[in-house]
C-alpha cells in the first residue's frame, strides 16, 4: 500500500501551547485527506475532511478555530491543536487518499500537562 | 444517521476457526466498500477493498458485499492470534471517511 507518514508519533506539551501535526503522503498526491482522533478504546472519530487547496469540513462538534488545518500541497496536511488543554490528549491520526483507497498516518499520541 | 453498523462483540475465535464479520449499512448508493484493521494502540492498515456485489478473496481473507441486503461482510479463514485486532468497515465512495465502532475479534490459542 501507500505511504503516509505522520509526525510527530508522540508529543507532550503544556496547558495553553499550540501543538502542529504533519500528515505527508510519500509517494502519490492525496486529493483528499481526513483527520481523526481516538480515545483509549473507543472508536475512530472522523474530525475533518480536507480536500487540497480548500478550506476544511469539519464534523459537527469539531471547533474549527480550535484544530486548525491546512491542506496546501497534494503531499502535505496539517492539524494545529491550539490553546491544547489536558481533555485535548488523545491518539489523532490521519489519512490520506489519491485515488479510490485511503491509507493511515501512524498516528501522534498528544499529552497535555 | 451512521453511515456503518457493526457489532463492536467482541468476537472470540479459537484458533484455526473462521471468523465472520459483518457490517450494515444505511446508503444504497455505497457502491464499494474499505475494511481496515487496527491494533491496539495502532493507526488502520487497510486490508481489503471491494467495489462489486459477490465476494473477493485475498489470502485468507474474503469479502463479500450484498448490495441488495445493504451489507458487508468479512470472513477470516484459519484465525491466528495476530488476527486479533478491532475491524472497521467504511463506503470508499463518499467524501467523509467515517467508521463506526468496529467489529473487535479475540483469537483464543
Known amino acids: 500500500g501507500a505511504v503516509v507518514s505522520q509526525h510527530p508519533s508522540r508529543v507532550i506539551c503544556k496547558s495553553g501551547t499550540s501543538v502542529k501535526i504533519e500528515c505527508r503522503s510519500l509517494d502519490f498526491q492525496a486529493t483528499t485527506m481526513f483527520w481523526y482522533r481516538q480515545f483509549p478504546k473507543k472508536s475512530l472519530m472522523l474530525m475533518a475532511t480536507s480536500n487540497e487547496g480548500s478550506k476544511a469540513t469539519y464534523e459537527q462538534g469539531v471547533e474549527k478555530d480550535k484544530f486548525l488545518i491546512n491542506h496546501a500541497s497534494l503531499t502535505l496536511s496539517t492539524l494545529t491543536v491550539t490553546s491544547a488543554h489536558p481533555e485535548d490528549s488523545s491518539f489523532y491520526i490521519c489519512?490520506?487518499?489519491?485515488?479510490?483507497?485511503?491509507?493511515f498516518g501512524q498516528g501522534t499520541r498528544l499529552t497535555v500537562v | 444517521q451512521k453511515e456503518v453498523e457493526q457489532n463492536s462483540g467482541p468476537l472470540s475465535v479459537p484458533e484455526g476457526a473462521i471468523a465472520s464479520l459483518n457490517c450494515t449499512y444505511s446508503d444504497r448508493g455505497s457502491q464499494s466498500f474499505f475494511w481496515y484493521r487496527q491494533y491496539s494502540g495502532k493507526s488502520p492498515e487497510l486490508i481489503m477493498s471491494?467495489?462489486?456485489?459477490g465476494d473477493k478473496e485475498d489470502g485468507r481473507f474474503t469479502a463479500q458485499l450484498n448490495k441488495a441486503s445493504q451489507y458487508v461482510s468479512l470472513l477470516i479463514r484459519d484465525s491466528q492470534p495476530s488476527d486479533s485486532a478491532t475491524y472497521l468497515c467504511a463506503p470508499s465512495g463518499n467524501n467523509r471517511l467515517a467508521f463506526g465502532k468496529g467489529n473487535q475479534v479475540v483469537v483464543i490459542p
Open positions: 489519512s490520506a487518499r489519491g485515488g479510490s483507497e485511503a491509507f
Open positions: 471491494i467495489y462489486s456485489n
